[in-house]
């Protein structure tokens, strides 16, 4: 046993062990380690960090929530055989399974679907068209008929039934693809710049270091089973956002110049990444600087002690309370650091922010539309998708049309779109026209280019409210009313889970359940905010408006925009800037005097 723990933690640990051992006995599972009929044995293996901070928590007097109990009991990947056993029987998960099953990127979503939801693993949102096609054939033989892209440049599959769940499951394995790790207490999809090595405007290709952090999570059975989920993302100073400080890790390209030194010693100048800490906007927070740069090829080692930190200390009592967020809120950032440092077994490289070149700003509308490659005469199209969702018939003319005019790759991003890369000037034309002929295009108004919802209360059980549908509508009454001349990010999300990140959007709204009657009946609708933004625009949006139903929100937020335009301070004035610029009451009036178009 770890020579950390006192003589009493030691005996918490014993009994804390016997307990899970007690909970595998009654599912009729095996001992925790060592011979039928031993004594408990002492946490050992790619689970001996977790059952540690377990047994620590335990140990201090905390109670473990229901989560933590559960993985102590049956570690999901121990129970695949189980899985499928319910499958062939046709049947769901109770809350103890549904928990487990999301380890192998499976969400049971009743009551808003009697299915599965699956979630896949794209490392830096890429895949090839062959994948891409398959995926479709995946969800047509399998799912509903249609996939979601993601706001981390992921796909989702939807109404899976139980029996088909681990064939679909299977045949991802078959295309080079998988789920694993994608939902529950694990390491998310792993996002980069969607214009990786394509970009004229970036710093650093994001795909190997994105790639290599990927691999390094799905083949380290210990980086699974965290106190809570956890999010990384390599941004390279692309043209296209990649929100790496919505992450808890988010590692962002700079380019350091001559001069600099640390602790005596000169810092090499060229591209490193700044590393930011702490990302969680459903709670109001986006990742910030530690003043720490670290080598491209060190991205790995670095994130991988920083989580290893995390196991160790985050929150296992309180689910609020579980994210990376609240250890740095706890401790600090300057302890936080000297953790990794163990971890590491050498220090970190800070640099003084002087000492590195202004990041370039983002073209908030490069997702979308024909843009010039850093290779002479190609081109990435950038595919406007309605709200993120596709059609299987969709998905298998883009993939024809990325393998006959492009490079053969489907980059998705976290605008819930696709780029389709590596397209010569002549073949644009014919990009363009296959796309209308699947009901695509890649143009769109400026404020669908910027429009961002969940999947909603039509496939999600914590939603408030119909996202897509009301994003949609949302579109349709404010597009023959106002035209934006500049962009305009409005984010719906059904509820406090933040999966469209409300808190960064020009315009926020979080599906929100609006009384009607002294009965206490509801309808839905949303909570509105105003001048959220990421990057160098950062910050949390504030409330403008509760309650309000969701017939009411396209005319409401017509007024809002409307607002902005006539009343601005120069014809430049971002949103943003003219939101930030009033106090919420001043605000509200002027949308009240302004009102809706007739």
């Not at 010693?265 to 709670?283: D, E, S």
């Not at 700003?361 to 850093?374: E, F, K, N």
């Not at 994003?471 to 984010?491: F, S, Y």
């Amino acid at each position: 046993m770890s020579d950390d723990f006192t003589p009493d933690q030691k005996r918490y640990l014993e009994g804390f062990m016997s307990g899970m051992q007690s909970a595998r006995t009654a599912r009729g599972l095996g001992p925790l380690g060592g011979a039928p009929g031993s004594a408990p044995a002492k946490p050992d293996g790619p689970d001996r960090e977790h059952a540690e901070a377990q047994a620590r928590t335990v140990a201090a007097g905390g109670k473990l929530v229901d989560q933590e109990k559960w993985k102590a009991a049956e570690h999901p990947f121990d129970a695949y055989a189980r899985f499928k056993q319910q499958a062939e029987a046709g049947n769901y998960p109770k809350p103890e399974d549904n928990f487990r099953w999301r380890y192998h990127g499976l969400f049971y979503v009743a009551p808003a679907q009697n299915s599965y939801m699956c979630r896949l693993r794209i490392p830096n949102g890429i895949l090839k068209a062959w994948q891409f096609a398959g995926v479709a054939d995946i969800a047509e033989r399998f799912g509903g008929g249609y996939s979601h892209v993601t706001t981390r440049a992921n796909l989702q599959i939807r109404e899976i039934t139980a029996q088909n769940a681990p064939l679909l499951l299977e045949e991802l394995a078959d295309l080079g693809l998988t789920a694993k790790g994608s939902g529950a207490d694990n390491i998310r999809n792993v996002t980069g710049s969607a214009t990786a090595g394509i970009d004229p405007l970036e710093l650093l290709d994001t795909r190997p270091h994105a790639r290599a952090w990927h691999h390094h999570i799905l083949n380290d059975r210990s980086l699974y089973g965290l106190p809570r989920k956890f999010n990384v993302a390599f941004d390279g100073a692309g043209s296209i956002a990649t929100l790496e400080d919505t992450n808890d890790i988010g590692f962002q390209a700079i380019e350091v110049m001559g001069g600099a030194t640390f602790e005596g010693q000169p810092v090499a100048p060229g591209i490193w990444y700044r590393l930011a800490l702490g990302g969680i906007t459903g709670h109001k927070d986006l990742a910030r600087d530690t003043g720490v740069i670290v080598a491209p090829s060190d991205a790995v080692a670095v994130a991988d002690a920083i989580v290893r930190v995390f196991i160790a200390n985050g929150n296992r009592t309180d689910r609020n309370k579980s994210r990376l967020k609240y250890v740095l809120d706890a401790w600090g950032f300057d302890k936080f650091l000297g953790a990794v440092e163990e971890k590491l077994g050498r220090r970190l490289v800070r640099l003084d922010g002087a000492f590195a070149r202004p990041r370039p700003v983002y073209d908030r509308l490069a997702h979308i539309g024909v843009h010039r490659q850093s290779q002479a005469g190609l081109n990435w199209v950038g595919v406007a998708l309605p709200v993120g969702k596709l059609t299987v018939q969709q998905m298998r003319v883009i993939a024809s049309i990325a393998n006959q005019c492009g490079d053969g790759d489907i980059r998705l991003t976290v605008w819930q779109n696709l780029l389709i890369s590596g397209v010569p000037d002549a073949k644009v034309e014919d990009v363009l026209a296959n796309l209308q002929a699947i009901g695509l295009s890649a143009e769109t108004s400026v404020l669908r280019a910027g429009l961002i919802a969940c999947t909603g209360a039509t496939g999600c059980k914590f939603a408030a409210a119909h996202t897509k549908e009301d994003a949609l509508t949302i579109a349709a009454h404010c597009e023959p009313r106002i035209t934006l001349d500049q962009p305009v990010n409005i984010h719906l999300t059904g509820c406090h889970h933040s999966c469209a990140q409300h808190y960064i959007g020009d315009l926020g709204l979080i599906g929100a359940k609006v009384p009607v009657n002294e009965e206490g009946d509801t309808v839905p609708g949303y909570d509105l905010l105003v001048g959220g933004g990421y990057g160098v625009d950062g910050g949390m949006a504030r409330p403008f408006r509760e309650k309000v139903r969701a017939e009411e929100a396209p005319a409401l937020v017509e007024a809002i925009l409307r607002t902005w335009q006539l009343h601005r301070a120069t014809p430049d004035e971002s949103f943003v800037a003219f939101a930030r610029r009033h106090e919420i009451a001043a605000l509200q009036a002027l949308v009240a005097q302004t009102g809706e178009a007739a």
